[in-house]
Nanobody, 123 residues
């Protein structure tokens, strides 16, 4: 059974850091492109970052460039999102998703989704 499970969310002050983790089971992360998405209340789900199956390609939303870093550990079958210099507008539920076909930010291109982890940036 293919499954992805996010962890690492929480409450952090503006300017702080968090590292989100995405644990994959039922497949290996070097078979799939892995994306991080987020959804704030009342807003559509948006792509944050993606890493290709080979790890040769990464991409970031303009709003997080220079602050977030995506990485993959094939040995642990994990994908991470390091988030630095967090802002209140980063507050959202963050989702990990796996795709066989795309490295884009269209959620419809992703085949498997986790349940999400809440990130709240507030003083």
């Amino acid at each position: 059974q293919v499954q992805v499970v996010e962890s690492g969310g929480g409450l952090v002050q503006p300017g702080g850091s968090l590292r989100l983790s995405c644990a994959a089971s039922g497949f290996t992360v070097d078979w799939f492109h892995i994306g991080w998405f987020r959804q704030a209340p009342g807003k559509e789900r948006e792509g944050v970052s993606v890493i290709s199956s080979s790890s040769s390609f990464t991409n970031y939303a303009d709003s997080v460039k220079g602050r977030f870093t995506i990485s993959k550990d094939n040995a642990k079958n994990m994908v991470y999102l390091q988030m630095n210099s967090l802002k209140p507008e980063d507050t959202a539920v963050y989702y990990c998703a796996a795709s066989l076909s795309t490295t884009g930010f269209d959620p419809d291109g992703y085949d498997y989704w986790g349940q999400g982890t809440q990130v709240t940036v507030s003083s």
